[in-house]
Every structure is written in structure tokens, then in C-alpha cells.
């Protein structure tokens, strides 16, 4: 991938987004903080969804930040657009939480 933005498409209601021809799972911005990611209410034993996300996360240790409008406390959210395609590390869930944790930035999106 290339230091220049890239563009990122999806459809809403979907977990991923393609970027150059690439399917990746997408994370919310509003739970990254210092390079860090911490998702609460992640559950792959009762949410196919979940499952789905997390074996392509482990799958590909690569990820999509998405722009979001954050509905309530983080309950729902908007997908506005695409920040940036993560490389991710130490991926594990705690209880119902899902971390890992970003450490290059691969590609800037649009």
C-alpha cells in the first residue's frame, strides 16, 4: 500500500470494507486511544458477527478505522467514511471486550 490515501468502499450494515480489492474488518474510531483498541460487548460464543469479525482480524492482523457518528454512549454508530488501513497486534478478548493493539498505519483512506 502506498503513504498517499486510498480509497475504501462498504455497504452499510456490513463489518468490512474492500480497499484495493481487499475485503478487511472494520473498527470504530471512538474505541481506539493511544493506539489502542478496546471494544466492550464483543461476544463470538453467541454473535455470529463477532465470530466473523474476530477470525478475520487473527486471520489478517489488519484492520479499517472507520469515521464514525457515535449514536448514545457507543451503543450504534453511523459509518461516515474510512481513516486508515492498521496493521494490529496482541489480539485477545477480556470478558466481553475486544483489544488489540495498532502498530502501522498501512495506508491512509478516503
Not at 478487511?24 to 466473523?52: L, M
Request: net charge positive; with cysteine.
Amino acid at each position: 500500500m502506498s503513504a498517499g490515501k486510498v480509497k475504501a468502499t462498504g455497504q452499510r450494515g456490513e463489518w468490512f470494507a474492500t480497499v484495493k480489492g481487499e475485503r478487511y474488518p472494520c473498527i470504530h474510531e471512538h474505541w481506539i486511544r493511544g493506539g489502542h483498541h478496546a471494544a466492550p460487548n464483543v461476544n463470538p460464543a453467541t454473535n455470529p458477527k463477532d465470530t466473523q469479525l474476530v477470525e478475520a482480524l487473527r486471520a489478517g492482523m489488519l484492520a479499517v478505522e472507520t469515521k464514525d457518528e457515535v449514536l448514545g454512549d457507543g451503543s450504534g454508530f453511523i459509518r461516515k467514511g474510512y481513516k486508515a488501513l492498521w496493521r494490529i497486534e496482541n489480539i485477545r478478548i477480556d470478558g466481553d471486550t475486544l483489544h488489540f493493539d495498532l502498530v502501522e498505519r498501512v495506508a491512509n483512506l478516503k
